[in-house]
């Protein structure tokens, strides 16, 4: 697998989260030009590691089963996860 990717800026929330490269990376180093939301990343594997790094000025927040994503790819935690500046998180990818 490829160690990371930094895909663009994002300037507005996504869903079903899918940048290029996501298929083989582990670490996502994202930035953003505002506050945004995540609600899900695309394309897991049953036990894949993921990590997402905040590498910007503004927050990046994973939200807790947000149904703008599509089921299989929304995130599973306790509730949503505010990433600051130079944060960063580990999650694993549950089939089940």
Do not use: W
């Not at 990343?41 to 939200?63: A, C, E, K, P, Q």
């Amino acid at each position: 697998m490829k160690a990371d990717i930094t895909p663009a800026s994002l300037g507005a929330s996504v869903n079903d989260y899918n940048p290029t490269g996501l298929a083989t990376a582990s670490v996502i180093r994202q930035a953003s030009s505002v506050a945004v939301n995540i609600t899900g990343l695309s394309g897991g594997l049953d036990g894949r590691l993921m990590v997402v790094h905040n590498i910007g000025t503004f927050g990046v927040t994973l939200t807790y089963e947000d149904a703008a994503s599509l089921a299989a790819n929304r995130f599973a935690l306790n509730g949503s996860l505010p990433l600051s500046p130079d944060e960063s998180c580990i999650l694993q990818y549950d089939s089940t």
